[in-house]
């Protein structure tokens, strides 16, 4: 099945600095990539999303970029504000071909932005 | 509803135990799904429905995990026998359909002890 690994596990940046964070992938046949914050105590929320006939994909101060042969994508976040502090996961999924979108899940990253 | 409701938010029980998580989705939502989030990792699939059926129970840890939804909207998990090992954020989510966006649910926190 789908392994996805994700890193840093943990990341603090200052207020307007940028933070990336990367995510890698083992299935070749994925084809969705979406990223969810999810703040303490509350549900994870869709943020953006990438399918794999794109290599980038922008909005506003945060971009997603996605490199199908060497499997992996990453999550840019640029003039970071203290409220983008949260926990980020990656995800890898299969869609079309009558698949589920199940969701495989990196083990997340603490986003620290300090003012 | 506005989003995807799980009832109980927070629940106890004694190892040993019977537990039912209930799950509404959002109204009209096809797909419905199950996961599950231990402390600092990710959420991991345990069951997918389409409809009234279960079409995906791969992630399901073992027989004691079990989940319905008769009538296609609200699904129930429940887990008997319940063990220490088994404490953990129960999430649920939905999608129109299999291939949309999956809206979640904000958990139900169940703690065996």
């Known amino acids: 099945g789908e392994n996805v690994e994700q890193h840093p596990s943990t990341l603090s940046v200052q207020e307007g600095d940028s933070a990336v964070i990367k995510c890698t992938y083992s299935d070749s046949a994925s084809n969705y990539f979406p990223w969810y914050k999810q703040e303490l105590g509350k549900r994870p929320q869709l943020i953006i999303d990438?399918?794999?006939?794109?290599g980038e994909k922008k909005d506003q101060r945060i971009a997603v970029t996605l490199n199908k042969t060497a499997k992996h994508f990453s999550l840019h976040i640029t003039e970071t504000q203290p409220e983008d502090s949260a926990v980020y996961f990656c995800a890898a999924s299969i869609r079309g071909g009558g698949s589920n979108y199940k969701l495989t899940f990196g083990k997340g990253t603490l986003l620290t932005v300090n003012p | 509803g506005a989003g995807v409701s799980q009832t109980p938010s927070n629940k106890v029980t004694e190892k040993g135990k019977y537990v039912e998580l209930r799950c509404d989705p959002i109204s009209g939502h096809t797909a419905l799904y199950w996961y599950r989030q231990s402390l600092g990792q990710g959420p991991e699939f345990l069951i997918y429905?389409?409809?009234?059926?279960?079409?995906?129970d791969s992630g399901l840890p073992n027989d004691r995990f079990f989940a319905v939804r008769p009538e296609g909207s609200v699904s129930t998990l429940k887990i008997q026998r319940t063990e220490r090992g088994d404490s953990a954020v129960y999430l649920c989510?939905?999608?129109?359909?299999?291939?949309?966006?999956?809206?979640f649910g904000q958990g139900t926190r169940l703690t065996v002890v």
């Open positions: 429905f389409q409809g009234t059926g279960a079409a995906d």
């Open positions: 990438i399918r794999s006939n794109v």
């Open positions: 989510a939905s999608s129109l359909t299999a291939s949309t966006e999956a809206f």
